[in-house]
């Protein structure tokens, strides 16, 4: 088939222990679900039903093969949220939460990175999050370990460091919404298709970064996340507070 113009790329992630890879369609992220993390944001925890933002498919960067994060033009206070990624294998609409877990492939170590000055900003005078969350390279995720092969993980510690500094620690079952509830709600709205990765919510702990840091993830059960900062576009950036 001829294109008029050059065919964006495809991004794929690594698939631990096999050769064929994963294609990302959608990016689906949850906001506040964890109960403390809702808390430092300054928001109520109480359990009102979960919300997502999106981002492109180009902000995944496959951190088994390229670790490194470049600091992004326009923010000084970059910060990372640890998160349980979700990776559809089979879409659908409606799906029941009893059914749900059904429709996975798989499972991963991801950051949302965030540019967190231009996220409140916009929160706060009730605009779009896309300048804050839904930028290149914003989405490093680790390789994806099989529902086949290891099951459904639900509980387990979710822990990030910086520089060999703790920074998050918690543990998956404390999310509010599980997985199985999170791809329920989200079928409702929209109709789920292979290639889907849905950001289950980040822990209380997020934080600044720099140029430099060295960021590793891990949730019990699967390969963990190691990923540095290089130097993108400082424009005088806020140590961590
Ligand atoms: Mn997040």
Redesign the pocket.
């Known amino acids: 088939m001829d294109h008029a113009v050059a065919v964006p790329p495809l991004h794929t992630l690594t698939v631990a222990g096999r050769h064929e890879r994963f294609p990302v369609n959608r990016v689906f992220?949850v906001?506040r679900n964890y109960a403390a993390h809702a808390r430092e944001m300054g928001k109520d925890p109480d359990r009102e039903p979960p919300f997502f933002f999106m981002k492109p498919s180009g902000a995944v960067i496959d951190a088994s093969r390229d670790p490194a994060v470049p600091y992004p033009r326009k923010t000084a206070n970059y910060h990372h949220?640890i998160?349980l990624v979700v990776a559809i294998a089979d879409g659908g609409r409606d799906i029941a939460v009893a059914d749900a877990l059904e429709h996975v492939y798989g499972y991963a170590v991801g950051l949302?990175m965030?540019r967190r000055d231009l996220q409140l900003e916009a929160r706060d005078k009730g605009r779009p999050w896309e300048f804050g969350k839904s930028f290149a390279h914003s989405a490093p995720i680790g390789p994806l370990r099989r529902a086949c092969d290891i099951g459904h993980p639900a509980n387990g510690a979710i822990t990030l460091t910086v520089n060999g500094q703790a920074r998050q620690s918690s543990d998956i079952s404390k999310l509010i919404w599980s997985v199985s509830e999170c791809i329920a709600y989200l079928s409702a709205y929209e109709e789920l298709e292979p290639g889907d990765l849905i950001?289950t919510?980040?822990p209380e702990g997020v934080n600044a970064v720099l140029p430099g840091d060295v960021m590793q993830g891990a949730i019990d059960g699967l390969d963990g996340i190691r990923v540095v900062v290089s130097q993108g576009h400082v424009e005088e950036p806020r140590r961590p507070a």
């Open positions: 992220c906001g949220e998160e949302d965030t950001m919510g980040t």
